[in-house]
């Protein structure tokens, strides 16, 4: 998981509570994801952003909200903390090669929302 | 993105080839084909990619026929520690929305 940072790796919310995931990366790379998977699913894509100042909306992005601060960093907000977003979430950066982009994830966000 | 479809799941003893079919049958002219593998408590990791006919490297080969509508991901003589769950994603340059879908889990047993 090398050049993806995800802080913090464990947390637990009490349903309402509020909170903002981390993500940075240090490749200099222009896209960045924010996934959740749950227990025995695939990644579903909450937001991404192509690039700096960038963001959009992924599959499942309903109760989230994401700021990208610079080039290196992409946060994601829960604004009330529900027990459905209990999840593992993880951050993404893309790097271009040839025609098409390669992910690199961070080691992960474990959420129980209680 | 591509729509791409894969089995749910495979089953494997070691030692054994895995080969797995992803169908993609929109795929376009600049798309290229891309597998990730993800451990349990991991994050994905990308392990090969291609556009056309065969790539091989240390960890799989991938084979893509000419008409590009489907790819396989072949696992040479696996071991327990091949155990993980398989994405085939299909895009190109402009294609930054990466949808992972639920992959393919194949388990290898002794």
Request: include cysteine; charge should be neutral; hydrophobic fraction near 30%.
């Amino acid at each position: 998981n090398a050049g993806v940072t995800q802080t913090p790796k464990f947390q637990v919310l009490k349903t309402g509570q509020s909170m903002t995931l981390q993500c940075a990366q240090d490749m200099n790379h222009n896209s960045m994801y924010w996934y959740r998977q749950d227990p025995g699913m695939g990644l579903r894509l909450i937001y991404y952003s192509a690039s700096e100042g960038t963001t959009d909306k992924g599959e499942v992005p309903n109760g989230y909200n994401v700021s990208r601060l610079n080039k290196r960093e992409f946060s994601l907000r829960l604004e009330s903390a529900a027990p459905s977003q209990t999840s593992v979430y993880f951050c993404a950066m893309g790097a271009q090669t040839g025609l098409n982009t390669e992910a690199f994830f961070g080691q992960g966000t474990r959420l129980t929302v209680v | 993105l591509a729509k791409t479809t894969q089995p749910i799941s495979m089953d494997s003893y070691e030692g054994q080839e895995v080969n797995i079919t992803c169908s993609h049958n929109n795929i376009a002219t600049n798309d290229y084909i891309t597998w990730y593998q993800q451990f349990p408590s991991q994050g994905p990791r990308f392990i090969i990619q291609g556009y056309k006919t065969k790539v091989t490297n240390e960890v799989a080969s991938l084979f893509i026929p000419a008409d590009r509508k489907s790819s396989t991901l072949s696992l040479p003589r696996v071991s327990l520690s091949d155990t993980a769950v398989y994405y085939c994603l299909v895009g190109g340059e402009n294609d930054y929305k990466l949808s992972f879908g639920a992959g393919t889990t194949v388990t290898v047993r002794a």
